[in-house]
Structures are given as C-alpha cells and as structure tokens.
C-alpha cells in the first residue's frame, strides 16, 4: 500500500497547477494570433463610409483608394443585401468586437503569464522539511483546486465541481461540462425548459446547457460555437450541432458516464469552433478559479 504524504501531495498540485497554467497561456497565445486584424476592419468601415455617396448599385465587393498605402486600392468584402453605410457599420461593429476581443484575451495572457511566474516561484521555494509551510501551501493548493480533498467511508458520490462558465452578449450564462460524470451531473439537473447543445455526427464532446427557457438567436449562435469548441471536432473547419430542450434528454438504465439519448424534434446549427470567442465570453472569476 502506496501511503502519500502531504509532501507528495503539495508537489504533485503544484505541479498540476504549472501545467494547466501553461496550457491555458498555450490557448490564449494561439487565440491572440488568430484574431481578425482590428485596423484593418477599422479602415474597410472608413472607406465604405467615406465612398458611399460615389458607390451605386449593390456589389459582392468595391476597390477603394488605401489611405494607408497612397497609390494602392483596398478590395472590400461586401454583404450585398445591405447598403453600403450599412456595411460600413458591420466593419465598424466587427472592429469593436475585435478589440473587445483582444483586450480580454491580452489580459487573461498577462494574468495567466504573471500568475505561471509566481508557481514557479513557489515551486522552487518550496521547503519539504518546513511542516507549517507544506500545511499553509496544501491549503491554498486545495482552494484553487489544484489538489482534491476525498470523503472516505461515504456512501454518498462527491458533487462534481462546477461546469466551465461563460456568458453570451446577451448576458445568458452557458455551462459546459468538462467529464463524463460532470456532464451527466449538468444535463440531469437543469432545468427541463432550459436549452441543450451537444456536437452533433457522433462528435464526442461536452453536453452545453444555456440557462434560458427563450435564448436569442445570437445566444443559440455562440453557445453552439462554444459546444464545437469543446468537441473533437474542435480543429474541424464547420461543426454541426444539435440543440433540443433539456427535458427532451433521458439517462438510459444502466448506460455509462455522459451517454444520454433523446426524443422529439432537434434543431442542427452548423458552426465555425472559435478560441478567441471562448476566450471573450469564459467567466472571468471562473476562469481565474479554474484556468482549465
């Protein structure tokens, strides 16, 4: 029998907590790296709006004079169902996002990066002969969940920690379960009317609730960009999701972890899985308890 010491465990939790914390600094990085160009979409919106009286007719897309580059002309993309002041107003809507964007993104890496730096800190500090600072830093690691405490001679099952959280522009709150057991924990609990997402094709991935009996259709958007996201198909191009109600879910007798079928008629919205919006929309005190 393999007895653990508090010395094991302070390590071991430290070590967890250096490597999630690295992983999380990985994502961010990569999220950074492909946002849309900011300026540039600030640009396209100035130009269509300051061509937009010399502009006739609806067109897949204009080449304007670069301001930026005398001498050069800029191929603008347009939505040709619009005007063009009012594709001006699209590229100047994506330019604040971009930038809302990138701002949240900058900030959780340079609180992830100084948090990494004060581990390693701890880590190489660490003093296995002191008994007060191993007791005082086993706390800590159990508070930000880098260790697990366990019950013995429980009959009842621990409670899953909490779903990922996040929260659409509309301001709906989504959960996303991280395991099997945790997803199982999510769907069976909610409430019926709330919504369901889950990768659709025989994609694994987490089982998505959003906390809304009536969603808007930008909610149903990024909640299901969040479910592909959180799939296998993350690296995928498109990814198809399902959405049904949580009450349309049934847990089969005797199935395993995260398996679950349904009935009734499910909606499929196929979507782009997108790192930067996960980033954007994750709980900032969520993500500063838990950088998984």
Not at 236 to 265: C, E, I, W, Y
């Amino acid at each position: 029998m393999t007895i653990t010491t508090d010395v094991d465990l302070v390590q071991t939790g430290l070590a967890h907590l250096i490597h999630h914390t690295r992983k999380q600094i990985e994502s961010l990085t990569k999220a950074l790296e492909h946002l849309p160009d900011a300026s540039d979409l600030q640009v396209k919106g100035t130009l269509l709006k300051t061509y937009a009286s010399q502009i006739d007719g609806h067109h897949h897309f204009v080449e304007l004079p670069d301001y930026q580059h005398l001498g050069q002309q800029l191929s603008i993309k347009l939505d040709i169902k619009k005007s063009i002041m009012e594709n001006a107003e699209d590229y100047f809507h994506r330019y604040r996002k971009s930038k809302r964007g990138q701002a949240t993104v900058q900030q959780n890496l340079a609180n992830a990066q100084a948090a990494l730096q004060h581990q390693l800190a701890t880590q190489a500090a660490f003093d296995p002969d002191n008994p007060q600072a191993v007791a005082t830093l086993k706390q800590t690691l159990i508070a930000t969940g880098a260790i697990h405490t366990h019950v013995l001679h429980s009959s009842k099952a621990p409670t899953p920690a909490h779903p990922r959280r996040f929260y659409t522009h509309d301001h709906v709150l989504v959960e996303v379960g991280k395991n099997s057991r945790q997803n199982d924990h999510l769907t069976l609990t909610a409430r019926k009317d709330y919504y369901w997402m889950h990768a659709g094709g025989k994609i694994p991935g987490s089982h998505v609730v959003i906390h809304s009996n009536h969603p808007s259709e930008q909610t149903l958007q990024e909640a299901a960009v969040l479910t592909a996201y959180y799939s296998k198909g993350r690296d995928l191009n498109r990814v198809p999701v399902d959405v049904l109600t949580v009450g349309q879910m049934r847990k089969p007798k005797g199935a395993k972890a995260g398996l679950v079928t349904f009935s009734g008629p499910a909606r499929t919205i196929t979507v782009v899985p997108d790192a930067a919006l996960a980033t954007e929309l994750r709980d900032q005190e969520d993500l500063q308890h838990d950088p998984d």
